[in-house]
């Protein structure tokens, strides 16, 4: 098991990341001083609480805890405010107090949802997050949580960090394999920003990683949180550094908008989007290999480097002026100015950005 | 124009208190600093709207800052997730980014919705409070916001405090008088927790206060927020001594909650709560002289000291159980000691209390 400190001051907590440690939840409940007299609310997907939910109530029941528990529909839909007040009906029902933990068993979604249910109940209660999804390394760290309004992704929201987090690896063998790979862009976008030897690390581990392989999983999960939590530690309120972790959201993010929702995986949008902040750095003069090698890492990774030539350019374009990161005629992208490291640029014109999205759709 | 500063470290605020400051808005806004690049949006309900929405926009137009409005119906209805739903549309439409503020016009209602959106809307932005009641100088201090859920009131919510509070007595000419007296009722809790002297100080103004008078409203409500400012700075999360500010909540919220929301206005149900304290102090062998004072201004207000004979008792009893403050066969109250301060009494039997009621039932 590895631990890892996410350094925020009084607000500091450990992730712990291991093989089994589900079986953990109720003593690691009692390690963290959470009394048994008030109820837990357990809040999970159809999915994952099909595989994980009893294993965790178990668990929990063994050190003393009473749980209830809130299962949502799988997917980005369940992070909504109708799902929110279902879920504080769940937390009423089961005599939750300012004393309780909320915790979220499940990937990013449930991880956003639960973290701001437990935000707002009773104006702030203790949260608790059990990620079972690769993708979720990058939520179980910073302490954003939210939901979604009909026409804003993560518009509501809160930060509210966790008391601890506790990523059982063998929880990610039942996840589908576009799943794996897609988590994986996340981890390796870490390295990118952060960590050139991590990215080499990623490029020879392509097959370790990809097949599940514990010990490389619980090295690469604790290196994209650790990255990740540096960044955060310094910039808790995303007032300045924290943008970097924007790398390839940019472009990522109006990917996912054109294509509809669902179509392209958020790891994979990212992906096209990091192969383009590669591009543009060569345009600004950067190294030309950056674009090499981070295109040749995410396609060994089996991850789209290229936009699919049915979306529209200005779509993509008019959907990127929607982000909140544009302002007024030139946008705000992260570049590349090495492997492993990047800068804020907020001076990128629309032309550049064109140019870009066009030669990403040629991209092969 | 007095002015307090709630003292909360780096979450500090002045409340801004005298006639004719709603033309000040915009200048406020500037001085404390607020940029006039990002648009503004304007939260009231349709009488506080019709009142002085105009007032207030052109005040800031003046000053140079765009603004959007959302105007919810009056009434505790409007605390709700889904006209959360709907305030995030308009700040949305309206255009604004982290940098905006949002500005609750109205009372407690408005002051409570409106502080959740600007709580939760991109993770918290700027909050100002431009109270338009004489109970929302109660909500005005302390940053607790909420919406109310349909099993629980005020469930789910958040701490934000305001960049400032700007109070214009002038405002409340227009509140129906029943409105005044039951807003008074929280002025006098506060002298009742705390200062004695100022209890005896709105018992000689009563008259000045009900036909308000603008330098007598001025110094109550200043006194009214001081008390409270000084309770909140001690324990600003609310883990001890803030409880004293629900001084005749316990039976005020069982009476709303049982006669039916709106049939006693909040200020009304909790003047017959501090009646049935002063009660209850004195069989726990207080000085029977708390009841008497309590009793009497409460009468020279206007103000309910009985319990309606045809509410009944169990479901009044009932009612207490589900309040948060019940655990477990006692009961916690804050009880009177003398007038002017209180303490926590975690003992209170449900036997006692019941007798309580009974007799708040023939207190004429
Ligand atoms: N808060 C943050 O800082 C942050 C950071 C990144 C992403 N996010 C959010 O995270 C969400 C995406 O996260 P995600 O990719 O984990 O999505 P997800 O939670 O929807 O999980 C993806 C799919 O995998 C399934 N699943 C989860 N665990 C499984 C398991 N162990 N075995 C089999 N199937 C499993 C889920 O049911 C779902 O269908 C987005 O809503 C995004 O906004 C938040
Ligand atoms: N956040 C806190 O700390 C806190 C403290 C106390 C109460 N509250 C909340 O405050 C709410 C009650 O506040 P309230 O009594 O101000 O209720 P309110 O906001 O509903 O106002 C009462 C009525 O007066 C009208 N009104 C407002 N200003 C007016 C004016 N100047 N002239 C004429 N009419 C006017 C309103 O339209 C409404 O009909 C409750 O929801 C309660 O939970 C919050
Ligand atoms: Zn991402
Ligand atoms: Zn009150």
Same mark, same amino acid.
């Given at each position: 098991m590895r631990e890892l400190k996410v350094d925020l001051g009084e607000r500091s907590y450990p992730i712990y990341i291991g093989e089994g440690l589900l079986q953990e939840t109720g003593v690691m409940f009692l390690k963290h001083g959470i009394g048994t007299k008030s109820p837990v609310l357990l809040v999970t997907d159809e999915t994952a609480g099909e595989l994980y939910l009893r294993k965790v109530e178990d668990a929990l029941a063994k050190s003393g805890y009473r749980t209830g528990s809130f299962i949502v529909k799988a997917g980005e839909r369940s992070k909504s405010l109708s799902v929110l007040e279902d879920a504080v009906t769940a937390a009423l029902e089961a005599g939750l107090d300012r004393h309780s933990a909320v915790v979220a068993l499940g990937g990013g979604v449930v991880g956003d949802l639960a973290g701001f249910v437990a935000a707002t109940y009773m104006r702030g209660i203790k949260f608790v997050q059990i990620p $079972? $999804?690769?993708?979720a390394h990058d939520s179980s760290v910073g302490g954003k949580v939210a939901v979604n309004h009909p026409l804003a992704k993560n518009i509501i929201g809160a930060f509210h960090q966790p008391e601890f987090v506790l990523y059982d690896t063998a929880t990610l063998k039942t996840l589908p394999e576009r799943e794996v790979r897609a988590g994986l862009s996340e981890v390796i976008k870490h390295g990118l920003i952060w960590n050139a030897e991590f990215v080499d690390w990623c490029e020879i581990h392509a097959e370790k990683l990809l097949s599940l392989d514990p010990e490389s999983l619980e090295y690469a999960l604790y290196e994209g949180c650790r990255v990740k939590s540096i960044v955060v530690s310094q910039d808790e309120r995303e007032n300045g550094l924290r943008a970097i972790l924007n790398l390839g959201h940019t472009i990522g993010h109006a990917l996912e908008a054109v294509a509809g929702y669902g179509e392209l995986l958020h790891g994979e949008a990212i992906a096209i989007g990091m192969v383009g902040s590669a591009r543009l750095a060569a345009k600004l003069g950067h190294p030309e290999e950056i674009h090499a090698v981070t295109k040749r890492i995410f396609m060994k990774y089996g991850l789209p480097t290229s936009i699919p030539s049915h979306l529209d350019t200005e779509a993509i374009l008019g959907a990127m002026m929607h982000d909140k990161k544009f302002v007024e005629g030139t946008m705000v992208f992260i570049i590349p100015t090495a492997i492993g490291t990047v800068e804020i640029n907020k001076n990128v014109s629309t032309a550049l950005v064109r140019e870009i999205v066009e030669e990403l759709k040629e991209e092969g």
């Open positions: $079972t $999804t690769i993708l």
